[in-house]
């Protein structure tokens, strides 16, 4: 059983993508941090997919989903809340607002009930992979000459 799963999310405000972490507490799920691409999808560019509700091939967290007291919010408007679409049924941060517009789908509703239910993807898959701190970067090694490669001559003084 996963202990941790990820949700890609949108944000309300910004339509920046990042995802939220969830962590089991006892018979629920808590969001306790966010993870935030080097990159933005360019405007065009498909969507990614993963997360929301109702995909099978990912694992499901069930039970009250909430907010671990650590948790910091969305990185790019600082909502700490967060609604699923009634029509798409991905994450989206919210800040409290009853009347919404989804940033994945653009459907309008009004945000009501808790969230019981949510797909995520288990933490190791997708996303950039943490680099130690410390880690020297590799070093530009020099191409040795080869009889296939034509030499330059010397440069002259």
């Known amino acids: 059983m996963d202990t941790e799963l990820d949700v ?6 910004t339509h920046n993508i990042f995802k939220i972490v969830f962590r089991r507490q ?7 941090r966010v993870l ?6 360019r405007p065009g560019a498909p969507e990614p997919g993963g ?7 990912l694992p499901i ?11 910091k ?3 790019f408007c600082h909502a700490r809340s967060f609604y699923t679409c009634g029509t798409c049924g991905r994450l989206v941060c919210w800040d409290n607002r009853i009347e919404v517009v ?12 808790r969230i019981t239910q949510l797909a995520g993807n288990r933490p190791t898959q ?3 992979r943490p680099r130690p701190v410390g880690d020297p970067r590799p070093t530009p090694t020099r191409v040795a000459p080869s009889p296939e490669r034509p030499q330059l001559p010397p440069p002259r003084r």
């Open 126 to 128: 997708g996303g950039p």
């Open 26 to 32: 006892g018979e629920g799920w808590d969001a306790y």
């Open 73 to 75: 919010g969305c990185p």
């Open 8 to 13: 890609l999310t949108r944000c309300e405000e």
């Open 51 to 57: 997360g929301g509700q109702g995909t099978a091939a």
């Open 102 to 113: 989804c940033p994945w789908c653009s459907a309008a509703a009004e945000v009501r009930g």
């Open 36 to 41: 935030v691409p080097r990159a933005q999808p």
């Open 61 to 71: 967290m069930q039970g009250a989903i909430g907010s671990d007291p650590a948790y």
